[in-house]
Nanobody, 121 residues
Framework: QVQLVESGGGLVQPGGSLRLSCTASGSIFTIYTMGWYRQAPGKQRELVATITRGGTINYADSVKEQFTISRDNAKNTVYLQMNSLRPEDTAVYLC???????????????WGQGTQVTVSS
């Protein structure tokens, strides 16, 4: 099994910044795409940003120029730098990884438990 653990969420004032981290561990053979999604109360889960193993990045239009995704393949870690945060960015942020399990030799999506980001004055 592959486990994902997020960190870095919290309460921040509008205009502030946060950096989220997500580290994968367990029976990992290869991690392909990693990414961040978010879910606000009463809303559907939505894509924030993804990054492939080779570094190809995709952002939701709503966060372009505001958020930056990056990853460290050696550490099986993906980051999300969030700047100029707004109240509408408040949500649970979930890490996702598409990975090949080294024991089961199956490839599937894995999800973290999520980290709360609250933007409020």
């Amino acid at each position: 099994q592959v486990q994902l653990v997020e960190s870095g969420g919290g309460l921040v004032q509008p205009g502030g910044s946060l950096r989220l981290s997500c580290t994968a561990s367990g029976s990992i053979f290869t991690i392909y795409t990693m990414g961040w999604y978010r879910q606000a109360p009463g809303k559907q889960r939505e894509l924030v940003a993804t990054i492939t193993r080779g570094g190809t990045i995709n952002y939701a239009d709503s966060v372009k120029e505001q958020f930056t995704i990056s990853r460290d393949n050696a550490k099986n870690t993906v980051y999300l730098q969030m700047n100029s945060l707004r109240p509408e960015d408040t949500a649970v942020y979930l890490c996702n990884a598409n990975a090949l399990d080294s024991r089961l030799l199956t490839r599937r999506d894995y999800w973290g438990q999520g980290t709360q980001v609250t933007v409020s004055s």
